[in-house]
């Protein structure tokens, strides 16, 4: 069975630094993975998707995440953080019936 | 991109009456529809797969009877809340996958739904 955990509920960095947000998945079959990021009261927006081409994947707003089979780990980073990048993030993977499996989320604050 | 729509983006009712929520795919057309359910600072529950022409499959837990699913056409989905009490309170998603193999699912800006 798919499954995703995400390490840190709450991730705190300052404006300009790095932002590394961890994802680790269980699946017994390739996956399919993605991030998503959401805003107060909004859904869901997709940042980026991992189906088996290239390791690393580039998404929109200078996320990009790389998929390690050997540690099971699709981490999301973005070299400098912005305050708009203040949100919550979830990692997903795929399960049978094109179901996704979320992890419990991430919340990144961007301290000024 | 690929949008999403839903409506209302807010409802408030009162105990023992439904309500229908509407998802729609608005540029593309979507077979398979998702609805989730999201608590306050909770992660997203998928509660049923919407088919397009077929009967909704439901997850385990989740009453079919009381959330009732049509998916009457390839970009259009409803979920409706029947006889809806307090404890069905909560921030309602649905999501569209798109089609050509890579399961990516687009989501609607979710109905915040409040029972009085």
């Known amino acids: 069975a798919q499954s995703v955990t995400q390490l840190g509920s709450h991730v705190s960095v300052s404006e300009g630094a790095l932002v590394l947000l961890r994802c680790n998945y269980s699946?017994?079959?390739?996956?399919?993975l993605f991030w998503y990021v959401q805003y107060p009261n909004q859904g869901l927006q997709l940042l980026l998707k991992?189906?088996?081409?290239?390791?690393l994947v580039k998404g929109i707003n200078g996320f990009e995440a790389e998929f390690k089979k050997s540690e099971t780990s699709f981490h999301l980073t973005k070299p400098s953080a912005h305050m708009s990048d203040a949100a919550e993030y979830f990692c997903a993977v795929s399960r049978e019936a094109q179901k996704l499996v979320f992890g419990q989320g991430t919340r990144l604050t961007i301290n000024p | 991109g690929a949008v999403v729509s839903q409506h209302p983006s807010w409802v408030i009712c009162k105990s023992g009456t439904s309500v229908k929520i509407e998802c729609r795919s608005l540029?593309?057309?979507?077979?398979?529809m998702f609805w989730y359910r999201q608590f306050p600072k909770q992660s997203l529950m998928l509660m049923a797969t919407?088919?397009?022409?077929?009967?909704?499959?439901?997850e385990q837990g989740v009453e079919k009877d009381k959330f009732l699913i049509n998916h009457a056409s390839l970009t259009l989905s409803t979920l409706t809340v029947t006889s809806a009490h307090p404890e069905d309170s909560s921030f309602y998603i649905c999501s569209a996958r798109e089609g050509g193999g890579t399961d990516t699912q687009y989501f609607g800006p979710g109905t915040r739904l409040t029972v009085l």
């Open positions: 540029d593309f057309q979507a077979t398979t």
């Open positions: 699946s017994s079959v390739p996956p399919y």
């Open positions: 919407s088919n397009e022409g077929s009967k909704a499959t439901y």
């Open positions: 991992y189906t088996s081409a290239a390791t």
